[in-house]
Antibody, heavy 122, light 107 residues
């Protein structure tokens, strides 16, 4: 059974750096083709993909946020960490991590964490 | 980036209705399209991938079709638990992009 859970601060101040951890079980990030992604959703708005890391450490980022994002993995701990610098109130959102399965091409998300609401406010 | 446009943005329907939601890509994406269902306060749930393949455990009243730029999600006989917001997602190329969502409400 695959499960994922996000953890991190619920409140950050503008200009601060956000660090979120995704702790997962039921799969290994050393399995060929597997990935873990981050997706966010501002209150009442649509889903926005942020970043994805693959089993081989290949990393993909949203171009509009690439300069602010870093995604890393710790395979031994079954964790993926996302950092986002220079936080702004518009970054207030629920942040999800999700499992990307082995498929022929591309990435989709078949298991999601429950999400964590991050509020950016002074 | 490939833009995904869903229509309608919201609509009302009744239990037992057959409903169709449309997703259009700004350029061809072959069949690299997924559909998700999201209920308030919950994470999205994968319904369909590869445009028409039902994810394991998803009821057969859900179906998907299309390729290239135009796609549809059909619910053949609405149940009360189907009232939710639906998103399409393309995975043809990076960046991965989602549609703006279609909110399905009870009439």
């Amino acid at each position: 059974q695959i499960t994922l859970k996000e953890s991190g601060p619920t409140l950050v101040k503008p200009t601060q750096t956000l660090t979120l951890t995704c702790t997962f079980s039921g799969f290994s990030l050393s399995t060929s083709g597997v990935g873990v992604g981050w997706i966010r959703q501002p209150p009442g708005k649509a889903l926005e993909w942020l970043a994805l890391i693959y089993w081989d450490d290949d990393k993909r980022y949203s171009p509009s946020l690439k300069s602010r994002l870093t995604i890393t993995k710790d395979t031994s701990k079954n964790q993926v960490v996302l950092t986002m610098t220079n936080m702004d109130p518009v970054d207030t959102a629920t942040y999800y991590c999700a499992h990307s399965p082995v498929i022929i091409d591309g990435s989709l998300f078949d298991y999601w964490g429950q999400g964590t609401l991050v509020t950016v406010s002074s | 980036a490939i833009r995904m446009t869903q229509s309608p943005s919201s609509f009302s329907a009744s239990t037992g209705d057959r409903v169709t939601i449309t997703c259009r890509a700004s350029q061809g994406i072959s069949s690299y399209l997924a559909w998700y269902q999201q209920k308030p306060g919950k994470a999205p749930k994968l319904l369909i991938y590869a445009a028409s393949t039902l994810q394991s455990g998803v009821p057969s009243r859900f179906s998907g079709s299309g390729s290239g730029t135009d796609f549809t999600l059909t619910i053949s006989c609405l149940q009360s638990e189907d009232f939710a917001t639906y998103y399409c997602q393309q995975y043809y190329s990076y960046p991965i992009t989602f549609g703006q969502g279609t909110r399905l409400e009870i009439k």
